[in-house]
């Protein structure tokens, strides 16, 4: 279960998230991120399918996740679900929902590449994504994704509440962006479990 | 230390709601999970809800300003706190009319997130819906920052223009480029002598020395980028008036609101209303509708807003027409 696996990278990030969200924000990011996550998986009946996985967490994290990177997370979930729930090639469907649910949190957020957001991440993971020829490589991308998730660590913030104290983030990634890097690293797993051997241990996300 | 007279437990800003909605209950309805309020009766002829909000603490808006002729629904967060989405959404989905919904939002980056969102999920509804921004804080227009003008007591002025144009049948697109107009045309400022009593600690959210005027605070108990020494109201006035013209488009009629920020009298607010009426004569503009009164405080703060809404044609009838609300009756 794919939402399970995000849980279990989740749970294992915990520490770290909130460590790094105090240094620029009120540090609940970790919480907000696991508890809604425990939320989702504790709602989903055991044989759901990946599209109902999706439209469940998007609803939750819309509806019950407090902050604002809690319901911005529902929405890039609420548009992979919408993909996922039209036939063809599932693949096909995740690259399309990740694309429109990086324009949705856009389009709301209003943050750019180089804010410091998960758009720092998703951006260019989702870039690299449509750009592949062939079959998507999973465990490739979360690799590049965790990659985009550190580079936060150089940029100050232009948005949220990290935007007010200045160069004192400079040094430790963004929350947000981390976030959404474990949620590729949970698809990398959930394709392929021996994936995981070849990752970074979320517990050890900062390097 | 100034404690404030809220129930006991951290559902004060809920109860506050059900005292309002059962004093007014001939003109709105409370919903309670998710919190919001609609207006029991709506003109035939409206076919877009008009929905706003933001956070408490600054009663009557938005909940004061629902019922026939001004909005469908108001949604309040907690104390200075934006709404969650879900609130927005629900709102709007129960008020949404054949034409869709507009929000009418104040620029804070809370709000506008949170009305997004919310917006988001009404088109993957199938709901038609539009936004109209209100920025009219001149204290906060700098080339230094990305947020942009903080919107304020426009707000009201904004929701009695667009109502009075919704009942007359107008359409989304139609509302949503007067709105538009109708902040562009407005500007605003705000001073405070004596801070907000914060609703965490029930100490002073700041203390200014003695003789000393916030120039440009906002109504969330943000400080002003600097203190003034305070000079006699005449030339507070005078300076205040020449600040919001300064940046508002140049007409020779306007609506003028004086805004208490919570902690003001009427006697006060008055003198400052007078003056301001005569710092527009001597430019040449005259007042085509006014309101004086704590429309949009920051708890208790005590100073006031000076907000000038330069009219274009027709808005002068839109002002004037009929509304029925908890605070506002024409």
Redesign the interface.
Known sequence: MLMKTYLDAAEAAHAELTRIDQVAGDGDFGDNLRDGLRGVVSRLPADADLATEFDVAATWF???VGG?SG??I??LL?EIA?ELAEPGDEDTALVAGLTGGLA?VQ????AQVGDRTMVDCLAPTVDGLRAATGPVDWTATAAAALTHARATADLRA???RASYVGERVLGTPDAGAMGIALLFWALAVHRDPAARDGLTDPAHLDG | MAEAFFASGADYVDRALLGFARDHGDIVELNQNPVYVTAVNRDPRRRVGIVSGGGSGHEPMHIGLVGTGMLDAAVPGKVFASPHNRQIYEASKAVAGPDGVLHVVKNYTGDRINFGIAAERLRHDGIRVERVLVDDDVATESEQTATGRRGTGATVIVEKILGAAADQGLDLDGLTELGRAVTARSRSVAVASVAHTSHVTGEPGFVLDPGQLEYGVGIHGERAQRSIPRPPLEELVDRMVADVLAKAPAGDSAIVLVNGLGGTTGIELYNVFARTTDDLADRGIAVAGSLVGTWSPALDMKGFSITVTMLDQGWAGLWHAPAWTAVLRK
Not at chain 1, 107 to 110: A, C, D, F, S, Y
């Open positions: 819309l509806d019950e604002t319901p911005l529902g929405l609420r919408a949705a389009r709301v957020g209003e232009r948005m949220g």
